[in-house]
């Protein structure tokens, strides 16, 4: 049987990983820029720490680890002939891979706060797991890169958090970014609205949806969810809105008048509007998208969403403020706004739009020619050299064909293929030839680390 992996999951070659470490590197550049430190925290947690916190649809998609041994003896044989997974599921599996970089970093920061300095600015770059359905830019297994503010609720952090964002895809050379932006606050002010206080979670779920399955889709499932006619009405003029970011949130202002909350979501959208709007974005542009809801049922505030206009791919960013997080841990009135990255969103538009430099990959600079076991201990005593001064060298691993030796130096794409034969060894020389130009030449060691050693 040939052998495969799970769905959702990929194997990556040496060139994919070191596009991928680019973009790593490039955001926590950017992270540690902006006043932010690392941590990490464990691929599994104890299921009560996850389970409750993503909402019903996010719970769905939890990966539960079975408990070691024979995982069954606390189950009862009631509970099992019901078939009742309510029941089964605490008793089989008490661990799970970690949904979000969010949560495990809210469980953190109460474990850890007699330790930490607040505001305490953190980024995490890890995996994360979700029982999700496989398809193009959606994985189970993938990175996420975040960075949260936590202990202060200050706007200014949302500001700081756009501005941040422009700066990594400027750095990434990527144009073209749209940084849509709403509030919860607005949202709740909007079921307030249209009298649908008690099903706000169902509303903003399905306005979420809103570029998935379109205006008609989401109200029919506003509808199954029991939403009257008379509010979907009330809600069209939002479906509606048109304008500058700040003309919006004028119309807004008008038609949330009597929503004490929705009002002040649109004093705390205008603020970080018109502080980016004087300091100006380099690569990105932002949005007010009063339908943006971002499904998660821990954000209060300022919500985020990327894209790019580049490619249909869904969002490659996105984040939030939650001013009730850490609470559900018994940690109160700790306010916090975080963002992350989609590396692996990030990565397919780069990759499909060219953007990578050449030098991204790492690629050996020499291969030395084995011509037999003095020969080798010769060049491996170039090679030695070369290494410390970080020039990329190696030797062929055993005694071939020439030919054979040439066709693996070109296959791999180097540049410089070195000879040192008897011939060389006794005129301490070198010969070397450029595979990019064809042209060959011979120099000794002092001559053969300027060159190796020049850039490209």
Not at 103 to 122: D, G, I, M, S, T
Not at 271 to 288: C, G, I, P, Q, T
Not at 352 to 379: Q, T
Request: charged fraction near 30%.
């Amino acid at each position: 049987m040939k052998p495969s992996i799970p769905k959702g999951t990929r194997d990556f070659s040496s060139s994919e990983i070191a596009k991928r470490r680019f973009i790593f590197e490039t955001i926590q550049e950017v992270f540690e820029c902006y006043g932010f430190e690392p941590i990490e925290t464990p691929s599994f947690e104890n299921s009560s720490t996850l389970m409750g916190k993503y909402g019903e649809e996010g719970d769905r998609l939890i990966f539960k680890i079975l408990n070691s041994g024979n995982y069954l003896q606390k189950v009862t044989d009631e509970a099992l002939e019901k078939k009742d997974l309510n029941q089964i599921s605490p008793k089989i599996s008490e661990k799970a891979l970690r949904y979000d970089l969010t949560v495990p970093f809210a469980r953190y920061v109460v474990q850890h706060q007699n330790e930490l300095v607040f505001p305490f600015k953190r980024y995490q770059i890890q995996p994360v797991w979700r029982a999700d359905r496989p398809q193009k830019g959606r994985f189970r297994e993938f990175y996420q890169c975040d960075a949260d503010v936590v202990g202060s609720d200050s706007l200014w952090q949302e500001v700081e958090f756009v501005s941040l964002y422009d700066a990594v895809f400027s750095k990434l050379r990527l144009d073209d970014v749209v940084i849509r932006i709403n509030n919860r606050k607005i949202l709740t002010g909007i079921a307030e609205l249209i009298g649908a206080e008690d099903k706000l979670i169902d509303f903003t779920v399905a306005l979420d949806k809103l570029d998935k399955i379109g205006r008609e889709g989401v109200l029919n499932e506003m509808r199954s969810k029991g939403l009257s006619e008379e509010a979907l009405t009330e809600l069209e003029p939002v479906f509606d809105l048109t304008g500058t970011n700040l003309e919006q949130l004028q119309a807004m202002e008008s038609m949330l008048q009597d929503s004490e909350i929705g009002m002040k979501g649109v004093e705390e959208l205008r603020f970080v509007v018109e502080k980016l709007e004087e300091l100006k974005l380099d690569s990105a542009r932002l949005e007010l998208d009063i339908t943006l809801a971002r499904g998660l049922n821990y954000y209060t505030g300022a919500i985020f969403e990327v894209q790019t206009d580049k490619m249909k791919l869904g969002s490659i960013g996105g984040g939030g403020r939650y001013d009730d997080l850490t609470g559900i841990f018994g940690l109160k009135g700790m306010s916090g706004v975080g963002i992350s990255f989609g590396l692996d969103r990030i990565y397919m538009v780069l990759e499909e739009l060219d953007l990578f430099s050449e030098d991204v990959v790492k690629k050996p600079k020499a291969l030395f020619v084995n011509f037999g076991e003095k020969e080798a201990l010769y060049a491996l005593k170039a090679i030695q050299a070369l290494r410390r001064d970080g020039v990329r060298a190696e030797l062929y691993p055993s005694s071939a064909k020439m030919k054979k030796q040439m066709n693996y130096a070109d296959k791999r794409e180097i540049h410089f293929v070195v000879l040192a034969g008897e011939e060389e060894m006794n005129t301490g020389k070198f010969g070397v030839k450029n595979m990019r130009t064809g042209d060959q030449q011979n120099c000794n060691q002092e001559e053969l680390m300027r060159l190796l050693g020049s850039k490209d």
